[in-house]
């Protein structure tokens, strides 16, 4: 079986995308097995006991209309402002 130098350099390119597509799956498995989850976001907590745990959350009450005793705006969590950077003198 003869082989021409054109054949040569299709298997050889084939050969090189088939490997780069196999080192790209792995390394993005590994990637997503590195990723550690990240705790939810404090605006979708809805119970305040869940929000009060958390140190980095804050609870904000619910308004309530004093006329008719109805419920202005729902209670909710918050996360809590950041430190200001400090300014380098």
Known sequence: MKFSPMKILQLSAAALIMSAFAYGGVS???KKKEAAPKPAA?????AEGECEARQDCTWVAAVMD????K???RAYCRAKPKAPAKKKT
């Open 28 to 30: 993005a498995a590994e």
């Open 42 to 46: 404090c605006n979708s907590l809805k």
């Open 66 to 69: 004093k006329k008719s005793g």
């Open 71 to 73: 419920e202005k705006r």
